[in-house]
T-cell receptor, first 115, second 115 residues
Framework: AQKVTQAQTEISVVEKEDVTLDCVYE???????LFWYKQPPSGELVFLIR??????QNEISGRYSWNFQKSTSSFNFTITASQVVDSAVYFC????????????FGGGTRLMVKP | DGGITQSPKYLFRKEGQNVTLSCEQN?????MYWYRQDPGQGLRLIYY???????QKGDIAEGYSVSREKKESFPLTVTSAQKNPTAFYLC??????????????FGPGTRLTVL
C-alpha cells in the first residue's frame, strides 16, 4: 500500500536559519512520482516540485532544494536562509499506478519562521 | 487568468441540511477532485472524476455526492448523512488522471462549519 510519512508535525525556526522537512514514502511500484506542495495561511495548495522515481538528481530552485534518495525512500525538502513568508504547511505526496495515479498525501509539516 | 474557483469561501450549515460546494475550472483539465482537510491533518480524497458524466468514490465518500455535467464544473454536495462535515474542502484538477506524473492544481478552498 502507498503511504507518505512526515514525522515532523511542527517546526519553528528563526529567520535566516536553514530548515529541512522530512518525507518518507512507501510504494510497491517501481514507477512513481513524488511531489511537494505548500499551503500558506490562505489555504490554497501551491505546487512546488515533482520528481519521478528514475531521477535521483537533487534539485535546487533558489532557496529551495530537494534531496531524493531511493535507498532510504526519502524525499526531503530544505529551505535555506528561511524567511517569514516561508511560514506555511508543507505537504509531501506520492502518486503511482498501484493507487490509480491518485495522490497520497502525508500529514503535513507546519513551518513557523519567526522574525 | 486560468485557475480554479471555489465558492463560497465560508459556509455555515445547520444540522440536517444538505449544502452544495461549487468548483469551477477554466484550465481545460479532464480530471477533477474533491479533498477534505481536517485541522492538523493531510488531505483525504472524497470523489474524483476523469471525464464528464463519470466519477468515482475516493477514500471517504460516505455522506457526500457529486456530479460532473460539464467539463468545467464539479460540485460537491455534503448531505445530512455526513456525520461530521465541519472541515476545509479543497477542489483540484489535473490534465489527465491517467498519468501519475500530472500535478494537481488546487482551488482556494471552502471552509464548512456545521452549527
Amino acid at each position: 500500500a502507498q503511504k507518505v510519512t512526515q514525522a515532523q508535525t511542527e517546526i519553528s525556526v528563526v529567520e535566516k536559519e536553514d530548515v529541512t522537512l522530512d518525507c518518507v514514502y512507501e510504494t510497491r511500484d517501481t514507477t512513481y512520482y513524488l511531489f511537494w506542495y505548500k499551503q500558506p495561511p490562505s489555504g490554497e495548495l501551491v505546487f512546488l516540485i515533482r520528481r519521478n522515481s528514475f531521477d535521483e538528481q537533487n534539485e535546487i530552485s533558489g532557496r529551495y532544494s530537494w534531496n531524493f534518495q531511493k535507498s532510504t525512500s526519502s524525499f526531503n525538502f530544505t529551505i535555506t536562509a528561511s524567511q517569514v513568508v516561508d511560514s506555511a504547511v508543507y505537504f509531501c505526496a506520492l502518486s503511482d499506478r498501484n493507487a490509480g495515479n491518485m495522490l497520497t498525501f502525508g500529514g503535513g509539516t507546519r513551518l513557523m519562521v519567526k522574525p | 487568468d486560468g485557475g480554479i474557483t471555489q465558492s463560497p469561501k465560508y459556509l455555515f450549515r445547520k444540522e440536517g441540511q444538505n449544502v452544495t460546494l461549487s468548483c469551477e475550472q477554466n484550465l481545460n483539465h479532464d480530471a477533477m477532485y474533491w479533498y477534505r482537510q481536517d485541522p492538523g491533518q493531510g488531505l483525504r480524497l472524497i470523489y474524483y472524476s476523469q471525464i464528464v458524466n463519470d466519477f468515482q468514490k475516493g477514500d471517504i465518500a460516505e455522506g457526500y455526492s457529486v456530479s460532473r455535467e460539464k467539463k468545467e464544473s464539479f460540485p460537491l454536495t455534503v448531505t445530512s448523512a455526513q456525520k461530521n462535515p465541519t472541515a476545509f474542502y479543497l477542489c483540484a484538477s489535473s490534465i489527465d488522471q491517467g498519468y501519475s506524473y500530472n500535478e494537481q492544481f488546487f482551488g482556494p478552498g471552502t471552509r464548512l462549519t456545521v452549527l
